[in-house]
C-alpha cells in the first residue's frame, strides 16, 4: 500500500534546479511540505513561489552543505517550522573530469567535501529527529558510476562509492527505529549540471543514458510512496551493471584509455 505524502516534511537538498526543483514541485502537488535547500538564494526563492501551496506551506534556506554550520542550520530551521522531518532526499551534488595525474586536489577536495562529507553531514544531523519519532526515510541519489568506476570521472566515483558504503551501513544500524534507507542510481540526467563540470584533462566523458530530470523526480517520489532499497535507472545502465558483474575483466579492457 503507498504512503500518504499529505503533511510529510522533507528535506531536499540541491533543490534550486534540477532533479531537486522537480521533485520539489511534485512532493508539494501530494501535499508534502518541502523544505528547499542549495547556494543560491534566488533560484530558491523562484523555486518556493512554483511550489503548490507557495510560502504557506514550504520553506528554504540557503545552505552549503559542505560547510558544517550551514547543514545544522537547515536541520534545525525545519524542525522548528514543523516539529518533524519524514524524508530527506540527499541530492545536492558537483562533478569533476580529468586524469588523475592532472588532478587539483584543491577542486578534487571540494567535490568530495560536497558529494560525500555534505551527504553525510545532512544525514547525520537529521538522525536524532528521525530517531525520536521512530520513523523516516532517506533517500540518496548516487549514480550507476557508484558501482563501476570509469575514466576520467575518479573524483566523482569515489565520492559515490563513499556514498553507497555509507548509506549501506547506515541502513543496519537505523532499521530498528522504521528508518528507510534509499539509494536510486540515475546514469546521466540532462540538467546544467553536466554544464558546471571542473575539468582538469581535455578529456570527454561519456554517459549511458541521457535522462530528463522529471523522469528522476518521479523515481524519487514513487520509492518515498513505496520505499526500495535500490534503483537503478536506465535499461543500458542496467544492463552495463549486469554484463560488469560477469565480465569485470573486458570491461577494464574496454575502458582502457588508448
Not at 48 to 59: E, R, S, V
Not at 61 to 89: G, H, M, Q, W
Not at 109 to 114: D, T
Amino acid at each position: 500500500m503507498a504512503i500518504d505524502l499529505h503533511n510529510k516534511v522533507v528535506i531536499i537538498t540541491g533543490a534550486s534546479e534540477g532533479i531537486g526543483r522537480q521533485a520539489a514541485l511534485l512532493f508539494a502537488k501530494e501535499g508534502a511540505h518541502c523544505v528547499l535547500a542549495a547556494r543560491r538564494e534566488n533560484l530558491l526563492a523562484d523555486v518556493l513561489n512554483d511550489l503548490t501551496g507557495g510560502p504557506k506551506n514550504h520553506i528554504f534556506y540557503p545552505t552549503d552543505i559542505s560547510k558544517d554550520e550551514d547543514a545544522k542550520i537547515l536541520i534545525s530551521e525545519a524542525v522548528k517550522k514543523y516539529n518533524r522531518i519524514d524524508i530527506l532526499v540527499n541530492n545536492a551534488g558537483v562533478s569533476y573530469v580529468g586524469r588523475v595525474k592532472d588532478m587539483d586536489l584543491e577542486k578534487a577536495e571540494n567535490a568530495l567535501n560536497i558529494n560525500l562529507l555534505g551527504t553525510i553531514r545532512i544525514t547525520r544531523y537529521v538522525l536524532p529527529y528521525m530517531i525520536r519519532q521512530n520513523s523516516g526515510h532517506i533517500i540518496t541519489i548516487s549514480s550507476i558510476i557508484g558501482k563501476r568506476g570509469v575514466p576520467y570521472r575518479s573524483i566523482y566515483c569515489a565520492s559515490k562509492f563513499g556514498i553507497e558504503g555509507f548509506m549501506q551501513s547506515l541502513r543496519s544500524e537505523v532499521d530498528k527505529y522504521n528508518i528507510q534507507v534509499s539509494i536510486i542510481r540515475p546514469p546521466s540526467v540532462n540538467t546544467n549540471f553536466s554544464n558546471k563540470i571542473e575539468r582538469d584533462s581535455d578529456v570527454m566523458h561519456h554517459a549511458l543514458d541521457n535522462l530528463d530530470p522529471d523522469t528522476v523526480a518521479r523515481t524519487i517520489v514513487n520509492v518515498a510512496k513505496r520505499p526500495k532499497r535500490d534503483v537503478n535507472m536506465g535499461l543500458l545502465a542496467k544492463y552495463f551493471l549486469f554484463l560488469d558483474n560477469i565480465f569485470p575483466v573486458l570491461f577494464d579492457k574496454m575502458f582502457k584509455e588508448k
